[in-house]
């Protein structure tokens, strides 16, 4: 290969070099930044190939989507005075690449460190502010919420969008667990034996105001039934007394023949009577 050959493809190769050196490529899931001697010119870019001066120029990438870490367990203060062994992670990503590189140098480990220890004092706040019990019972939205309320200033200061903050764990040291564990059995006990009271006070009343209920309406039936039975009575008298004058000598043959009917023709019955007892006129003297 001659001279002339060999200076182009060393000129060529020298050409790719630059090029390549002179463009950078930003992915979808990718923030960038353009520095200039360390200090930054452009934070904005959109995904794509973009291009910068070699030596002058340089191009940092990080990575926008939401980032998890988790943390070992930290002890928190209740209201009670009660010590709480407490696991949790983060979710956060980059908000403001540029404040995020000038906050932590553009190291994924420090800003780490420095959200956790935000997080840690924003836990604390919201922890001591509750009881044991409403710490295992609040609501997350309520919880996430106030911890962003106290660390919200802070975590924009370095950049970063704090996603969420999620309790893995939480525990109590071994020294008083059976102590936290056996007040709570008591408390437990003592609310069961009030709602039980509450329950039989409100059933004896129940109770109660039901036999009041059942003695004034069995009370009023009875009062009705005899008032419609007196007025039944009064009604068939009014006619026995109406059918008894129209024809005396009929009505007492009818009442014969009743009585007749409900006494003769029964087995194994024995009546005594005279003869000529008024009981048997009917059936002695048939013409009259």
Not at 51 to 67: W, Y
Not at 127 to 138: E, G, M
Request: zero cysteines; charged letters at 30%.
């Amino acid at each position: 290969m001659s001279n002339r050959a060999t200076n182009l493809l060393l000129a060529g190769l020298v050409l790719l070099f630059v090029a390549y050196q002179a463009t950078f490529k930003v992915n979808e899931t990718e923030l960038a930044i353009k520095l200039r001697f360390g200090e930054i010119v452009k934070d904005d870019y959109d995904p794509g190939l973009h291009f910068l001066v070699p030596v002058v120029n340089e191009a940092l990438k990080f990575d926008k989507r939401v980032l998890t870490r988790n943390y070992p367990s930290e002890q928190f203060l209740t209201s009670e005075g009660k010590i709480l062994n407490v696991d949790f992670y983060v979710k956060w990503r980059i908000a403001d690449v540029g404040q995020y590189y000038q906050s932590t140098s553009g190291d994924e480990e420090v800003a780490a460190r420095r959200l956790a220890e935000i997080v840690k004092d924003g836990l604390k706040g919201v922890i001591a502010r509750r009881t044991i019990q409403q710490v295992v019972a609040a609501e997350r939205a309520e919880f996430i919420g106030d911890i962003l309320l106290v660390a919200g200033s802070s975590v924009d200061q370095l950049g970063i969008e704090l996603v969420d903050v999620r309790v893995k764990k939480i525990d109590l040291p071994e020294d008083v667990l059976d102590s936290v564990f056996t007040r709570m059995r008591q408390d437990f006990a003592r609310q069961a034996a009030q709602l039980r009271a509450e329950g039989d006070e409100q059933g004896q009343r129940i109770r109660a105001t039901a036999d009041r209920e059942r003695t004034e309406l069995l009370a009023e039936a009875t009062r009705k039934a005899e008032k419609i039975r007196g007025e039944g009575d009064a009604r068939a008298a009014g006619i026995y007394s109406s059918v008894y004058s129209r024809n005396p000598e009929f009505y007492a043959f009818y009442r014969s023949l009743e009585a007749y009917r409900k006494s003769l023709g029964k087995a194994d019955d024995v009546m005594v009577l005279a003869p000529d007892s008024d009981f048997f006129r009917y059936l002695q003297q048939p013409n009259r």
